[in-house]
């Protein structure tokens, strides 16, 4: 009997005052996609500290998959911000769609300070810009509900070391920009490919590439 290996992809509903989330809207077009051998099953998570981190475990379970890439919003990005580091604190600017506003507490109460992606965000970073897609490698998730299902994520899955995962942010699509003036926008269509093409790189990449992609501050 073969077992089929799947890919989770996650994206969020949306929050802030927008009508979409185009994390979710690029994720969702991949769900029953085939990627180097595996299938992808995609889920949306509720933008509210705790009960993303519950739908995450639950969709952990359900899956069981071989990879992991959870995909949300920042609104001002230009690229697809491919997440080097969670950090274990929970300090909102704005409340989550429950209400919530927790400042300055543990994603989990005694866990370590951070975790790293275990995705080749270096390859990965460097296959999408040769290809035409605008990435690059980011040094901080925030602390917001995406740095804490980043976190959540990793914390996790830390003793299931087959298990690679990791985080990537997104620009606003066209539409919600033009509700900000000046701000970055990539089309949900263009994440998308971008994103069957990350998943492809890190499904086949077992050692990251040795690239420079740091920042200054």
Request: charged letters at 15%; a positive charge; proline letters at 6%.
């Amino acid at each position: 009997m073969t077992t089929t290996r799947t890919v989770l992809l996650t994206g969020f509903q949306p929050f802030g005052g927008e009508l979409v989330n185009p994390s979710w809207q690029a994720v969702s077009a991949l769900h029953g996609a085939r990627i180097a051998g595996h299938r992808v099953v995609a889920h949306e998570l509720p933008v509210a500290f705790g009960a993303s981190l519950k739908a995450l475990r639950a969709a952990l379970r359900d899956v069981r998959p071989s990879l992991v890439i959870c995909v949300g919003q920042a609104g001002g990005r230009a690229q697809l911000s491919l997440e080097r580091v969670a950090i274990n604190i929970d300090d909102a600017r704005i409340p989550d769609n429950a209400g919530q506003q927790p400042v300055d507490l543990p994603v989990v109460e005694g866990g370590p300070a951070a975790y790293f992606s275990t995705l080749p965000i270096k390859a990965m970073r460097e296959t999408l810009c040769d290809t035409g897609f605008p990435a690059e490698v980011s040094q901080t998730a925030g602390t917001y509900v995406c740095n804490h299902v980043f976190y959540g994520l990793m914390h996790a899955l830390r003793r299931q070391r087959t298990v690679r995962a990791g985080f990537i942010h997104i620009p606003y699509s066209p539409a919600q920009a033009s509700m900000h003036p000046g701000a970055p926008s990539v089309a949900v269509e263009t994440v998308t490919e971008a994103l069957r093409l990350a998943v492809r790189v890190a499904l086949k990449t077992h050692t990251d590439a040795r690239l420079a992609a740091g920042a200054e501050h």
